[in-house]
Structures are given as C-alpha cells and as structure tokens.
C-alpha cells in the first residue's frame, strides 16, 4: 500500500519551533518532488513549501519564507519540515503530499499521493 505520513505536529507556544515528518511506505520517495500545505478551519488549502527530488530546489510561500525550512533525507524516504518562529497563524493540519511530475524548479502543479495530515496548533 503506497502512503505518506506526516508526524511531529502538536501544541506550540508562539515563538516556538516543531519539526513535522513526511514519511512514505510502499513507494520510493527519490522520484518525487514532495510539497507541503496547509489548511486552517474555514480557509481553503495553501502550499506551504516544496523540494524537488534531490533538494536542489526549494520553494515557500511568502508567509513562511525565514522562518521554515523543508529538507529531504532520501536515504531515511523521509522529507522534514522545520518550523521555527511559530505564530499563532501557522495553526492548521500540515498535509505532504508527493509529485511524480515537476518540482524541478518550481513546485508541482499537481500531486500524487497525499498524506492523512499533522495538526500544528499555535498558542499560549
């Protein structure tokens, strides 16, 4: 069975940091370029960063762009999400989702898989 899974979301203080992971099982994580989003109550799903399938390339919305970094361990098939600075606008369930097309340079138009989602809640 092909699926991604996202773990390390939880309950934060603003100005803290988490560490989400992106982990896949029956399918090799190499050939795909991997993308991250986001989706709060009552707002619709945002793209949050991407990589291609080497690294080489990233990508983050404006939003997030300092404050979080997306990196890939191929070897572990696992893609990370680091988030530091937290605020509590960066509440939402953080879904990975995988791309088998695209990703090179920018993120991928569309995706394959889709992971069942991490929540990250952002609050004093």
């Known amino acids: 069975q092909l699926q991604l899974v996202e773990s390390g979301g939880g309950l934060v203080q603003p100005g803290g940091s988490l560490r989400l992971s992106c982990a896949a099982s029956?399918?090799?994580?190499?050939?795909?370029?991997i993308g991250w989003f986001r989706q709060a109550p009552g707002k619709e799903r945002e793209g949050v960063s991407c990589?291609?399938?080497?690294?080489?390339?990233?990508n983050y919305a404006e939003s997030v762009k300092g404050r979080f970094t997306i990196s890939r361990d191929n070897a572990k098939n696992t893609v990370y999400l680091q988030m530091n600075s937290l605020k509590p606008e960066d509440t939402a369930v953080y879904y990975c989702?995988?791309?088998?097309?695209?990703?090179?340079?920018?993120?991928?138009?569309?995706?394959?898989?889709w992971g069942q989602g991490t929540q990250v809640t952002v609050s004093s």
């Open positions: 989702a995988a791309a088998a097309r695209g990703g090179s340079y920018n993120c991928p138009r569309e995706y394959d898989y």
């Open positions: 990589i291609s399938r080497r690294g080489g390339s990233t």
């Open positions: 029956g399918f090799t994580l190499d050939y795909y370029a």
